[in-house]
């Protein structure tokens, strides 16, 4: 997941254990393009299941960056490496909110319901298995620490156990971090959303 997975500095190291596995199918790793990509750190990318994957803000990019996305490209593509180039955008979704909006337990029920997110997004991070990606920062950045919105993976030993907290995990009338999304899309210039202030109530929500 992003942010930039090339700001990582042992990004190569994560592709490397990704490609010793055997059981998934495609590893995505999403960047900008505007930071400059290590041809030694790419070496470690040639599994075919290990995607490069470019957002394309070209259109909101100076000509410096422009340059250094096309040439981030052009280098991935030279190597032979699977990668994408996504369509040009010029606005991106703002995340959610990350403070309790104090729904009812009815209005988390009915988001919960709605939500597209779970089962499909399900979120491993340090032993635990979250709902989401919002569950996932909620709790990773201390903001909601409940029991109930994670399954706790490393401490259920018996696989037997651990299918049947996932199973019941999943088909949860709501979680905590739904009283935390605000489900209403709010838009902003692409690579801008790290202005805004998502911790606590502002004009923009």
């Not at 070209?58 to 960056?65: I, K, S, Y």
């Amino acid at each position: 997941m992003g942010g930039e997975t090339f700001l990582h500095p042992e990004i190569h190291l994560i592709a490397q254990a990704l490609s010793e596995q055997e059981n998934f199918g495609l590893a995505s790793f999403p960047t900008s393009g505007t930071v400059p990509l290590d041809p030694r750190k790419l070496e470690f990318f040639r599994d075919s299941r290990l995607s490069i994957n470019f957002g394309n803000y070209t259109r909101v990019l100076n000509e410096r960056q422009k340059d250094l996305f096309w040439s981030n490209v052009e280098l991935v593509k030279g190597m032979g490496l699977s990668y994408t180039v996504g369509n040009p955008m010029l606005e991106w979704i703002k995340p959610s909110t990350l403070y309790d909006l104090g729904n009812a337990q009815t209005d988390m029920e009915r988001k919960k319901q709605s939500c597209a997110m779970p089962p499909r997004n399900l979120q491993a991070k340090n032993g635990k298995l979250h709902p989401c990606d919002l569950g996932v920062a909620l709790t990773c950045i201390g903001i909601l620490d409940d029991p109930e919105d994670y399954v706790d993976i490393a401490g259920t030993p018996d696989l037997m156990a651990l299918r049947e907290k996932i199973r019941a995990f999943i088909h949860a009338p709501f979680y905590r971090a739904c009283g935390h999304c605000n489900t209403y899309p709010h838009t902003c210039e692409a690579m801008a959303q790290g202005h805004h202030d998502y911790t606590r109530p502002s004009a923009d929500y």
